[in-house]
């Protein structure tokens, strides 16, 4: 996901309007001013706004621009030593040049780590879903199956002397919203497996919560454990992308899962309440065995696992799409055992 700008509100338009504004006012500075003051590097400020909201060929424009008006400055000026303001002029033209050479190759390294990290984020959630199979055939068998049922007792009302059409149409609806448990199924495993990411909307974590539980609750019956929720009442909305966050509730629950293999006691609960100011919690905790002193600082770098076949990708992957939505997330121990995991998401602001 980009990251966000300081100027994040600002349209095409008023923006286009600000900076030649800003090019305007430095241009009368660097004209009005003797040779000896180089206001012309200031253009550098220009190149960089632009840098963060307009494609290359645009700010290639505008630092042609810059260094345009940079010259024309200079055959304007009237007082001063010229040979200084030639200093100057070639001073200044050689740092719009070289910032804008260097920002374009920032914004661009900046562009293929983006990609590289959703196609990463793509790859774990598939390998996730992929270990999750038996539980998502097992959450979209039960509507398929109630369909049939309903489908038969349906025909069998029909067919009876007299028909008996009330409860032929109670069957009906029955086949009907089974149908429609199913779709909404398939429509969020084809968003979990979707290569790019969506679009941030505003969204109600208690409902992505507990629209995301159904596709685990087989492998929660696997390891013989016990899922709870405890979702807090009126929830400000925050602003997210449904699939990214999913990812990260799914991966979350996964790992509390594996850390309860061989306890007694299996239970993981997910909780979601308010946070800071502007921001929302979800935790995820478990009853298994605990972090290790050192694991809370280490367990989210890349590569980093405790298990004998894991990538360590996982939790690197969740920091990456919650640190990208501007939240945070972090581990710690459990009361009186186990360890939670938070991560946190700012509240979206109320539309005027």
Same mark, same amino acid.
């Given at each position: 996901?980009?990251? =966000?700008?300081?100027?994040?509100?600002?349209?095409?338009?008023?923006?286009?309007?600000?900076?030649?504004?800003? =090019?305007?006012?430095?241009?009368?500075?660097?004209?009005?001013?003797?040779?000896? /003051?180089?206001?012309?590097v200031l253009?550098?400020?220009?190149?960089?706004?632009?840098?963060?909201?307009?494609?290359?060929?645009?700010?290639?424009?505008?630092?042609?621009?810059?260094?345009?008006l940079?010259?024309?400055?200079?055959?304007? $000026?009237?007082?001063g030593?010229?040979?200084?303001?030639?200093v100057?002029?070639?001073?200044?033209?050689?740092?719009?040049?070289?910032? $804008?050479?260097?920002?374009?190759?920032?914004?661009?390294?900046?562009?293929?780590?983006?990609?590289?990290?959703?196609?990463?984020?793509? /790859?774990?959630?598939?390998t996730?879903?992929?270990?999750?199979?038996?539980? /998502?055939?097992?959450?979209?068998?039960?509507?398929?199956?109630?369909?049939?049922?309903?489908?038969?007792?349906?025909?069998?009302?029909?067919?009876?002397?007299?028909?008996?059409?009330d409860?032929?149409?109670?069957?009906?609806?029955?086949?009907?919203?089974?149908?429609?448990?199913? =779709?909404?199924?398939?429509?969020?495993?084809?968003?979990? $497996?979707?290569?790019?990411?969506?679009?941030?909307?505003r969204l109600?974590?208690?409902?992505?919560?507990?629209?995301?539980?159904?596709?685990?609750?087989?492998?929660?019956?696997?390891?013989?454990?016990?899922?709870? =929720?405890e979702?807090?009442?009126?929830?400000?909305?925050?602003?997210?992308?449904?699939?990214?966050?999913?990812?990260? /509730?799914l991966?979350?629950?996964?790992?509390?899962?594996?850390?309860?293999?061989?306890?007694?006691?299996?239970?993981?609960?997910?909780?979601?309440?308010?946070? @800071?100011?502007?921001?929302?919690?979800?935790?995820?905790?478990?009853?298994?065995?605990?972090?290790?002193?050192?694991?809370?600082?280490q367990?989210?770098?890349?590569f980093?696992? $405790?298990?004998?076949?894991?990538?360590?990708?996982g939790l690197?992957?969740?920091?990456?799409?919650?640190?990208?939505?501007?939240?945070?997330?972090?581990?710690?121990?459990?009361?009186?055992?186990?360890?939670?995991?938070?991560?946190?998401?700012?509240?979206?602001?109320?539309? @005027?």
């Open positions: 996901m980009p990251r =966000t700008s300081f100027l994040p509100l600002l349209g095409g338009r008023l923006l286009m309007v600000l900076l030649a504004v800003l =090019t305007a006012v430095i241009f009368v500075l660097d004209t009005i001013t003797n040779f000896e /003051i180089a206001v012309a253009y550098v400020a220009i190149v960089l706004i632009a840098v963060q909201h307009l494609g290359r060929r645009q700010v290639v424009m505008v630092a042609a621009g810059c260094m345009a940079t010259m024309l400055s200079f055959a304007l $000026t009237r007082t030593s010229v040979a200084s303001g030639l100057n002029c070639a001073i200044s033209l050689v740092a719009i040049a070289v910032t $804008t050479t260097l920002a374009l190759r920032a914004a661009a390294a900046e562009a293929a780590a983006r990609e590289a990290q959703a196609q990463l984020a793509h /790859i774990t959630r598939v996730m879903l992929g270990e999750l199979t038996a539980s /998502i055939a097992h959450e979209l068998n039960q509507p398929l199956a109630a369909i049939v049922l309903n489908g038969n007792a349906a025909l069998r009302w029909l067919a009876g002397q007299p028909a008996n059409l409860e032929a149409n109670k069957a009906a609806e029955r086949i009907v919203r089974d149908a429609v448990r199913a =779709t909404d199924l398939i429509k969020r495993l084809r968003g979990l $497996t979707k290569k790019a990411a969506g679009k941030a909307v109600d974590l208690n409902q992505t919560v507990t629209e995301t539980l159904p596709l685990i609750q087989n492998e929660v019956s696997r390891h013989r454990a016990v899922l709870r =929720t979702l807090a009442d009126a929830l400000p909305r925050v602003h997210a992308d449904p699939v990214q966050v999913q990812q990260v /509730i991966n979350l629950i996964v790992n509390a899962l594996e850390a309860m293999k061989g306890e007694p006691q299996r239970e993981v609960t997910v909780l979601t309440a308010l946070g @800071q100011p502007g921001e929302v919690l979800v935790s995820i905790h478990d009853s298994g065995r605990g972090l290790a002193a050192a694991q809370p600082d367990i989210f770098d890349p980093y696992t $405790t298990k004998p076949d894991g990538m360590g990708m690197a992957i969740s920091r990456s799409i919650v640190e990208s939505h501007g939240g945070r997330i972090w581990a710690q121990a459990g009361v009186p055992r186990g360890s939670t995991f938070t991560f946190s998401l700012p509240a979206a602001r109320e539309r @005027q």
